[in-house]
T-cell receptor, first 115, second 111 residues
Framework: GAVVSQHPSRVICKSGTSVKIECRSL??????MFWYRQFPKQSLMLMAT?????????EQGVEKDKFLINHASLTLSTLTVTSAHPEDSSFYIC???????????FGEGSRLTVL | KQEVTQIPAALSVPEGENLVLNCSFT??????LQWFRQDPGKGLTSLLL?????REQTSGRLNASLDKSSGRSTLYIAASQPGDSATYLC??????????FGPGTRLSVLP
């Protein structure tokens, strides 16, 4: 099956710094990738849809200047948390899918802790 | 509004029991229904994908069924094991970019 690789799995940073998380589709070209945030014991919250070669589509309430998404190639999307603050600490997960309504595949997730 | 609910929210069973997890969706025009497992601090692992034209899918001790007309899917786990302990999520997948996740069922299988 398809494999999605996410890096880093854990990152600790100081308040005010920026952190980049990478999501790679290893088995197929992904024109669309999805970024989620997950709080403890809660389900996934879709943050944005990353589109290769165009601007990302953000969900309501998600600050696009805070969470910068770049999808420069068919296998790589990045999420940059800019000027991170402790409230940005969370578990971030990416996913991709085969086709318009195909199976969803998820990365391993990235645990961000902002001190 | 497209919504997905899962019942129960949490479940604790002794090892060896057969169990059923339920997933309900409000918009029956789904394209696929997918079940996932999530271990603490990890991403989601795909368990089963049921296409809208299918009634069920099986993988090992897992069997998932789909009834579009009633807006329900069930995940059946046979002979549960402690290693099955995790959160199980279902996702209703619609054509285009739209998919909706349920809140999950936290399963604990006691040895």
């Amino acid at each position: 099956g398809a494999v999605v690789s996410q890096h880093p799995s854990r990152v600790i940073c100081k308040s005010g710094t920026s952190v980049k998380i990478e999501c790679r589709s290893l088995d197929f070209q992904a024109t669309t990738m999805f970024w989620y945030r997950q709080f403890p014991k809660q389900s996934l919250m879709l943050m944005a849809t990353s589109n290769e070669g165009s601007k990302a589509t953000y969900e309501q309430g998600v600050e696009k200047d805070k969470f910068l998404i770049n999808h420069a190639s068919l296998t790589l999307s990045t999420l940059t948390v800019t000027s991170a603050h402790p409230e940005d600490s969370s578990f971030y997960i990416c996913s991709t899918r085969k086709g318009q309504a195909g199976e969803l595949f998820f990365g391993e997730g990235s645990r961000l802790t902002v001190l | 509004k497209q919504e997905v609910t899962q019942i129960p929210a949490a479940l604790s069973v002794p090892e060896g029991e057969n169990l059923v997890l339920n997933c309900s969706f409000t918009d029956s025009a789904i394209y696929n229904l997918q079940w996932f497992r999530q271990d603490p601090g990890k991403g989601l692992t795909s368990l089963l994908l049921i296409q809208s034209s299918q009634r069920e899918q099986t993988s090992g001790r897992l069997n998932a069924s789909l009834d579009k007309s009633s807006g329900r899917s069930t995940l059946y786990i046979a002979a549960s094991q402690p290693g099955d302990s995790a959160t199980y999520l279902c996702a209703a997948i619609y054509y285009g970019q739209n998919f909706v996740f349920g809140p999950g069922t936290r399963l604990s299988v006691l040895p």
